[in-house]
């Protein structure tokens, strides 16, 4: 599907008119439809996601009306893009093979440049189906999305960054939808080197010999019970000076999470742990092709934490990169164990300035703040700021825990410098704790943790901008962090 910025009314099976809370319609109608759009508006108020479809013969063809409520620009600025998203939803509906959208007629909320990239996002996302399995999928009937505003500069680039985001966002979500045996921590590392060719970032591998030559031992423990080895997969973008530092991405690239020999109870959808390792590459992705000017590096730990015979075992002690030894209390708390060398990797070999990790770390993270909003931790200011305002821009809600320096004894273990994971010493707090193992990695640096463990996929399919399967939440979130980081 394409979308493009357009300065005059074109062609158009359908007509997406955006309309702002108790303004009604405020620009001009071609006359053609002038008269149904009337109609429409009859007693439509515009509250968000407020719809309304009028479909009727003009000059000889059938034209769809849809008008779209956004609200009153009150609340999350995501309010705004899913009104967009169920606009497209719509459009499906109707089979309208063009579209065109008014942005004019949101004067007010539309002349943000960011709801307008959003906008084009949200077509772009609302479209998204997962085809690789399907024999005969079934073809979107939507082939062409124009946005037509008075402010043509800014709309030509709000599609051209909205395009590129949602191309980030779209990827993210192919590698969670997946199956394992169609994305090991080899093909994970296929599709970064390919990415890495199309927009212009080098991509490195480490396999087993080089991981353990870094002495990575907690990510070497969660991944060695596999035929499919790990893999650290190394995406280094310069896009500023090169003495400028760097930011590293670190996304958890688990392809499987069994819980190994601490078995997870339910099997079903054990394949998308990934999630954030997918959110990194997106993020990659888009960052590279808008060119942004920031030295960025992408990093993914993956590996499989599966049941075998040669799988890290309950009870053992390895010793991670930066020396600290770590009791396996539990394997399926294997997310942390990749992590800490991947933190380590980025700090001590890349010497990066600064880290943000994204990851499915925590089920505790869905209790705390439901499937909607993931939970962010940071020891640093700064960072605190740029993920605030990065989640207005991506639409894509976070909320702060904190790293709560009393809950730190829950993880000491008698028998080596810290434990995994809390075991009976419960002080609650699972996503925090999360957080603290993970800080013992960073050697103090400024660092932020993302949990998506509750936001990555959608198994209902119930938001208008996300099918079932993978959301790609965090892609996105990251290109605006990076974006403001650019001097
Ligand atoms: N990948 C899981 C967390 C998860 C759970 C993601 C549900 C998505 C949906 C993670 O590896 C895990 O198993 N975490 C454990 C940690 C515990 C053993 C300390 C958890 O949350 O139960
Ligand atoms: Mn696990
Ligand atoms: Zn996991």
Known sequence: MICKAITELN??????????EGKGIVIELPAAVNEAVSLA??????????????TMPVEGKLVSVILIG?????????????????????C??????????????????????????KAVEAFHLANYSFNQFKTHPQESPVKEVSFLSSD??????AVWEGNICAEGTMKARDVVNTPSMAMSPEDLAKEARKAGAACGFNVRVLEKEQILAHKMGAFWAVGKGSAHEPRLIIMEYHG???DEAAIALVGKGVMYDSGGYNLKSSLTYLYTDMAGGGAVLGAMIAIAKAKLKVNVYGVIPACENILSKDSYLPGDIVTAMNGKTVEVDNTDAEGRMVLADALTYAFRELKVAKAIDAATLTGAVTAALGTRTAAFMTNDDELRQLINTASGHSCEKMWELPLDEELRPSLNSHIADIKNSVGSSNMGGGSIVGGLFLQEFVDGKPWAHLDIAAVNRDLSGSQPHSAKGGSGFGASLMYHIVKQLQK
């Open 70 to 90: 956004l609200g009153d620009g009150s609340g999350h600025p995501k309010n705004r893009f899913t009104a967009f998203a169920v606009a497209m939803q719509e």
């Open 92 to 117: 499906k509906k109707v089979k309208a093979e063009k579209v065109t959208v008014l942005m004019d007629n949101a004067p007010n909320l539309c002349k943000c440049p960011n709801v307008k990239m």
């Open 152 to 157: 043509a500069e800014a709309m030509a680039h």
């Open 240 to 242: 500023a000076d090169p």
């Open 11 to 20: 062609e158009y099976n359908a007509l997406v008119i955006p309309v702002e």
């Open 41 to 54: 508006a009859e007693g439509f108020v515009g509250k968000k996601s407020e719809t309304k479809v009028l």
